[in-house]
């Protein structure tokens, strides 16, 4: 059985540091368990330093980021791929204009440092 989202059910989410766009997950009926979406941020723009109960892949397509996890830096370029680990403290910094690709479980749950609970699954993965 052949299970597609079409372009029209794309749902965009804007946060203070980023656009993301999903593509696929559970709740867009393409995916019972993975998540497939798009982050665009501007240069300079950094996410909050957070933890997520499962891991994710993110990939550069276009402009280059610093990605901060667990105590270490390092720089990704259009074409590299990041593995993210379940647990792992992390902050991703667009180091220019940047789009990228991100998968991950449809349930995972952030976790925001310095926040006493956890804020949930964020609509763009759910």
């Known amino acids: 059985m052949?299970?597609?989202?079409?372009?029209?059910?794309?749902?965009?989410?804007?946060?203070?540091?980023?656009?993301?766009?999903?593509?696929?997950?559970?709740?867009?009926?393409?995916?019972?368990d993975l998540s497939l979406w798009q982050v665009e941020m501007e240069a300079g723009a950094c996410g909050p330093v957070h933890t997520f109960d499962s891991e994710q892949l993110?990939?550069?397509?276009?402009?280059?980021?610093?990605a901060r996890v667990e105590g270490d830096e390092s720089d990704l370029m259009e074409g590299d791929t990041l593995v993210l680990p379940a647990g792992a403290m992390r902050q991703i910094v667009a180091r220019a204009t940047t789009r990228l690709l991100v998968c991950g479980r449809g349930d995972a749950i952030v976790r925001v440092d310095g926040e006493d609970l956890p804020r949930g699954t964020p609509e763009w993965i759910a």
């Open 2 to 32: 052949l299970i597609t989202t079409p372009a029209a059910r794309r749902r965009r989410t804007e946060t203070p540091n980023a656009v993301m766009t999903t593509l696929a997950s559970p709740t867009l009926g393409a995916s019972s």
């Open 58 to 66: 993110w990939t550069v397509l276009e402009g280059a980021i610093r």
